[in-house]
């Protein structure tokens, strides 16, 4: 039966008169506001905002709630962005009155305990990622890269070196060239084998003194470890550059490898993917990125600081930092991702991140092992923390695309993986389990494309079909976009 409700917009539900509270009169005199803004244009009559009563407010909300996906809900195999469960303890301790009534503008001296959290989740970033210098104030991933571009070209300025070109391997996610892009490099694509590794012939011949980056996803986006990480470092060393390390897939290695160890000189952390904080929806992100101690000189200011003097510890934010880049974003960073990472990280301990790595490794090694013999996987017969298979033979035996699949899927209750990511996969389907999801869930999402690859190409085709909205009609979207509506029943 069709809900109504579910389909109206507030404006539609809105009756005269009706409201959710009635708030009592006013006892202060009312000012006339022209009198007050003699030059201003003011609103004669009001708004015209929905009329409506609290029960229509809160059905029509409920009701828009569960027409969305979301990790509470569904299993989310979506690769490369790390969707999985962020445990409700954490959600808990960044709700704290102490925590988020803080001002971003108090005097240090008043915002101690937070200015010692940030302090402290700034040493684990450190040890984790084997890199001493820590900013916590990029607001997600992508502004991580750059503001860490932008420390490597200042540094590069005081050395006196002209430097132009950073390197990206084709594999990396298009925020790299981006970045790269937006600092004022140029950018070249150094090409894969047919493994997934990089191509070190290309890379030689490409490396020289105009190279002042190489950016480098390790695990790479195939959810493969680069076995020639040691050699690629010390070849874009030996050459005066510095190695970019994209931590996107650092749930494959917590606890296991630090990129400072394998020869990375900057990264980013994904605090709200890596460590359990909410991600998906626009935001909120964060991305705290860590350095070598000679390019810590040039990170972003204010940084948190530790002081210790004869009256005791106490902590800061610190400017005196003359060849900082300057701020990238408001205030200190977005504290309460970085409270949830802080919470997530005390709350495993150095042995649980570690635990962490091996189940997510385990789970995607399953479900490799699963599907392969289903949806070929090119590249690597064992992954670390994901996967990419491909459609190709499907979409040629039955026109049957990577898009239809992942369509089909939300019909089943799982959301669609990535697909047609990496572009060195034809057909991809980017599939990363986490490790929050259990063996049940595993092996119901196996089940779920067992079935969907012994339908007919015309069901998959009008996929999915349980959903409220459909897709786009890809047939005529060039000519005149037209979307499908459906209503459950």
Known sequence: MRNMQATQLLFELSKPGRRANRLPDSEVPQPDMQELYPTATLRQKPAGLPELSEGDVIRHFTNLSTLNMSVDTHFYPLGSCTMKYNPKRNERLASLPGIVDLHPLQPDATAQGMLELLYNVQGYFAEISGLPGVSLQPAAGAQGELTALMAAAAYFRDLGSQRTQVLVPDSA?????????????????????????????????????????????????LGLFENQIQEIADLVHDAGGLIYLDGANMNAILGITRPGDFGADMMHYNPHKTFSGPHGGGGPGAGPICVRDFLEPY?????????????????????????????VRSFVGNIGVLVRAYCYIRACGGQGLKEVSENAVLNANYLLTQLAPLLPVPKGSRCMHEFVASASKLKKEKGVTAMDLAKRLLDFGFHAPTVYFPLTVQEAVMIEPTETESKETLDAFVEAIREILSEDAETLHDAPKTTRISRPDEVQAARKPVMKWTVSP
């Not at 004022?184 to 990089?198: C, L, M, P, W, Y």
């Not at 902590?315 to 880049?325: A, E, M, N, Q, V």
Request: no cysteine; glycine share 8%.
């Open 173 to 221: 996610h298009g925020t790299n060239p981006a970045s790269a892009t937006m600092v004022g490099f140029q950018t070249k694509t150094i090409r894969s084998r047919e493994d997934g590794s990089v191509d070190m012939d290309h890379l030689r011949a490409s490396v020289d003194d105009s190279t002042a980056v190489f950016m480098i996803t390790n695990p790479s986006t």
């Open 299 to 327: 990170l972003p200011t204010p940084r948190v600081e530790r002081v210790d003097s004869a009256e005791g510890v106490h902590y800061r934010l610190g400017y005196d930092h003359p060849k900082s880049i300057g701020r």
